[in-house]
C-alpha cells in the first residue's frame, strides 16, 4: 500500500521562477515529514523537514506547506536555479515507529 | 568528515547466489538503517539498528534477507539464494539517534543486479 503519493512524476520550470512540488498521504497517523533531494548515483539528501503542530517552516529559498486537514504537503523552491534540478522525495513518519515511508518521487528540471 | 559508505557499489549475480551489501555509518550514529528502491520508486524501508541490535526488522520481505551489526558500527545486509526481483539500490542512512526527528543520512547505494 503506497500511504505517500507524489503524482507527478515530473516538473520542469524555467530559473527564477517557482517549483511547487505536491505531496499527500493516507496515513493520519503520520507526524514527521521530510523532504529529501537525490542526484544520480548519489544517496537522497535531506532538504528540509515539518511536524505535524506546524503548517508551514521555511529555510532560505525551500519552504514546505502542510494541510494535515487534506493529508498534503508541497514544497516551494523559489528562485529555482539549475542546480536544484534533481529528484525530490516526500517522506512521512510516525512518533512511534522507525519505519519512514517514502513516496516515487519528482524529477524536477529548472532550465536555464 | 565522512559521510555514509556503501560497497560495493555495483554488484551483478546470478540467480540463487548469495550476496553481501556492506554499510559505514558516520561514526558515532547509533541507529542504522536499510532500504530498498527499486525502479521509479521511492526508498522502501526494510530493517533498523539502535546500536548491535535489529529493532524493527518488519520491512524484511521474507526469510532470504537478513542484516547483522555486530559491534554497533558496520552493517551487513546478506540476501541468500537473489532472485531477478531482488535487483534493486540498496541504500544505508544512518543517524545520531533514533529519535523521531533525527535526520537520516543516506549512503550512494549499492546496485544489485540478479541474472
Known amino acids: 500500500d503506497q500511504q505517500v503519493k507524489q503524482n507527478s512524476p515530473s516538473l520542469s520550470v524555467q530559473e527564477g521562477r517557482i517549483s511547487i512540488l505536491n505531496c499527500d498521504y493516507t496515513?493520519?497517523?503520520?507526524?514527521?515529514f521530510l523532504w529529501y533531494k537525490k542526484y544520480p548515483a548519489e544517496g537522497p539528501t535531506f532538504l528540509i523537514s515539518?511536524?505535524?503542530?506546524?503548517d508551514k517552516n521555511e529555510d532560505g529559498r525551500f519552504t514546505v506547506f502542510l494541510n494535515k486537514s487534506a493529508k498534503h504537503l508541497s514544497l516551494h523552491i523559489v528562485p529555482s536555479q539549475p542546480g536544484d534540478s534533481a529528484v525530490y522525495f516526500c517522506?512521512?513518519?510516525?512518533?512511534?515507529?522507525?519505519?519512514?515511508?517514502f513516496g516515487a518521487g519528482t524529477r524536477l528540471t529548472v532550465k536555464p | 568528515g565522512a559521510g555514509v559508505s556503501q560497497t560495493p557499489s555495483n554488484k551483478v549475480t546470478e540467480k540463487g547466489k548469495y550476496v553481501e551489501l556492506r554499510c559505514d555509518p558516520i561514526?558515532?550514529?547509533?541507529?542504522l538503517y536499510w532500504y530498498r528502491q527499486s525502479l521509479g520508486q521511492g526508498p522502501e524501508f526494510l530493517i533498523y539498528?539502535?546500536?548491535?541490535?535489529?529493532?524493527?526488522d518488519s520491512g524484511l520481505p521474507n526469510d532470504r534477507f537478513f542484516a547483522v551489526r555486530p559491534e554497533g558500527s558496520v552493517s551487513t545486509l546478506k540476501i541468500q539464494r537473489t532472485e531477478r526481483g531482488d535487483s534493486a539500490v540498496y541504500l544505508c542512512?544512518?543517524?545520531?539517534?533514533?529519535?523521531?526527528?533525527?535526520?537520516?543520512?543516506f549512503g550512494p547505494g549499492t546496485r544489485l543486479l540478479v541474472l
Open positions: 542512512a544512518s543517524s545520531l539517534g533514533q529519535g523521531w526527528g533525527e535526520t537520516q543520512y
Open positions: 496515513n493520519s497517523m503520520f507526524d514527521y
Open positions: 515539518i511536524s505535524s503542530i506546524k
Open positions: 517522506a512521512a513518519r510516525s512518533y512511534n515507529n522507525n519505519d519512514m515511508r
Open positions: 561514526s558515532g550514529h547509533t541507529a
Open positions: 539498528f539502535q546500536g548491535t541490535g535489529a529493532a524493527d
